[in-house]
């Protein structure tokens, strides 16, 4: 059976008023009726652009990571190529343009492995997440301002044993790697 969400059991907003709104970050607050009736005069949604994230894989069969400090954490992380969808840019172009910018790999074949959501509960933004096998490196990495990322090459071995290990923390991430063992992808 497949799965059919019930959509009559979905809010009303009454009224939305942003508090403060940033190139990366808006906060929004709403007024929300339930199915109930019942009102919320006070929830709170944080909006974001779309994020893209890259499962890039040359074609010796390893895999092109970055390295970078979080602050979030205060701790360095190893995570895949990531970044923002700039508006009016298609993901797959975000994607290919992140995986240039961070690492210097271009080219490869190219699939959407899934889309999903960080937290569907408070943001309203979509993480597109994209393989790329047969990637080489063609350039040198062009940071932004803020960026100050090591590219990192892994073997499949070394990637899970990352993935085991509970050493990568960005969900968003992690859950796409395991989909993709899970489902054999690796063997494409």
């Known amino acids: 059976m497949k799965y059919a969400p019930d959509n009559s059991k979905k809010w009303k907003t009454l009224s939305s008023e942003y508090l403060f709104r940033r190139p990366w970050l808006t906060a929004r607050r ?3 009726q339930l199915p109930d009736g019942r ?10 652009p779309a994020w893209i994230n890259v499962i890039a894989r040359t074609p ?4 092109v990571m970055v390295e970078q400090y979080r602050h979030g954490l ?4 190893i995570e895949l190529c990531a970044g923002v969808v ?7 172009a975000a994607a290919r343009r992140e995986l240039e910018e961070e690492t210097g790999y271009t080219g490869g074949e190219w699939e959407l492995g899934m889309v999903l959501s960080g937290n569907p509960s408070v943001t309203n933004n979509l993480t597109y997440c994209y ?12 940071l932004d301002a803020n960026e100050d990322i090591t590219v990192k090459i892994l073997t499949e071995e070394e ?7 509970d050493v990568m923390k960005q969900a968003l991430m992690v859950a796409p790697l ?3 063992f899970a489902l054999g992808l690796n063997k494409k």
Do not use: C, K
């Open 39 to 48: 009102v919320n005069p006070e929830f709170y949604i944080l909006e974001y």
């Open 178 to 180: 395991w989909r993709y």
């Open 159 to 165: 990637l899970l044993e990352i993935l085991r290990d």
């Open 74 to 77: 205060g701790e360095m992380g």
């Open 131 to 142: 393989i790329a096998r047969g990637v080489t490196r063609t350039s040198a990495q062009h």
């Open 30 to 32: 709403d007024t929300v």
């Open 60 to 63: 010796e069969g390893n895999y």
């Open 86 to 92: 700039e508006e009016g840019e298609e993901p797959e």
